[in-house]
């Protein structure tokens, strides 16, 4: 039959707010999170990452937020701007014989308005 | 430092033919792994190389294989293309076990007719 597309949720934030794109994860033994963003066209691009053993992590205008009780990851945008527009994946891996198996979230669309 | 390189950008195939897709990785990057992006499924993990070996495989059928050679530059893959096929495939690269931060290409856009 004919395949489904995923249907991504969709944040649409006006510039200068701060956005805030939620994942949950499905493999508690995952020890690696990364946050790539998408633009049409493009490959991921690697935004920040952050391991088990820290709750946050802070780069240029974005933080990283882990919850290991609930398996939940946020990337938080500070100053969001027009640029910033795009899918946005959080990606977990696993460790050990996991080795470079990236497991995707479906994604975000991130939606910037001037 | 260069980034990751995927040729070509665009290939059309009908089905039944294969194709060869091919990653250059990040100068000193031995880690190479490959995804498949479709509306359909989103990105899923193909496989992943390191010094010439496979170390991990996705859940594709025997028609998707890959190799690495001593250079760590890699090629993918697919023969009797289905339809289905028709996807974005992504390669990355990290700089040892793959645990690091992998560093996509632009992809390469593969058409099936």
């Known amino acids: 039959g004919e395949s489904v597309g995923l249907h991504l949720p969709t944040l649409s934030v006006q510039e200068g707010d701060n956005s805030i794109i939620n994942c949950a994860y499905s493999n508690s033994a995952s020890d690696y999170f990364i946050w790539y963003k998408q633009e049409s066209g493009k490959g991921p691009q690697f935004i920040i990452d952050?391991?088990?053993?820290?709750d946050k992590r802070q780069g240029q205008r974005v933080t990283v937020l882990l919850n290991k009780t609930v398996k939940h990851l946020s990337l938080q945008i500070a100053a969001t701007q027009p640029g910033d527009s795009a899918v946005y994946f959080c990606?977990?891996?696993?460790?050990?014989?996991?080795?470079?198996?990236?497991?995707f979230g479906q994604g975000t669309i991130l939606t910037v308005h001037p | 430092k260069a980034g990751v390189t995927q040729t070509p950008r665009y290939l059309i195939k009908t089905r039944g033919q294969q194709v060869t897709l091919s990653c250059s990785p990040i100068?000193?990057?031995?880690?190479v792994s490959w995804y498949q992006q479709t509306p359909g499924q989103g990105l899923q993990f193909l496989f992943e190389?390191?010094?010439?070996?496979?170390?991990n495989k996705g859940n594709f059928p025997g028609r998707f294989s890959g190799r690495q050679f001593s250079n760590s530059r890699s090629e993918m893959n697919v023969s009797t293309l289905e339809l289905g096929d028709s996807a974005l495939y992504l390669c990355?690269?990290?700089?040892?076990?793959?645990?690091?931060?992998?560093?996509f290409g632009p992809g390469t856009r593969l058409l099936v007719l």
């Open positions: 100068s000193g990057h031995r880690s």
């Open positions: 990355a690269s990290s700089l040892l076990v793959g645990t690091e931060t992998q560093y």
């Open positions: 990606a977990e891996n696993a460790g050990g014989t996991s080795y470079g198996k990236l497991t």
């Open positions: 952050i391991r088990s053993n820290m």
């Open positions: 190389y390191f010094s010439e070996t496979q170390r």
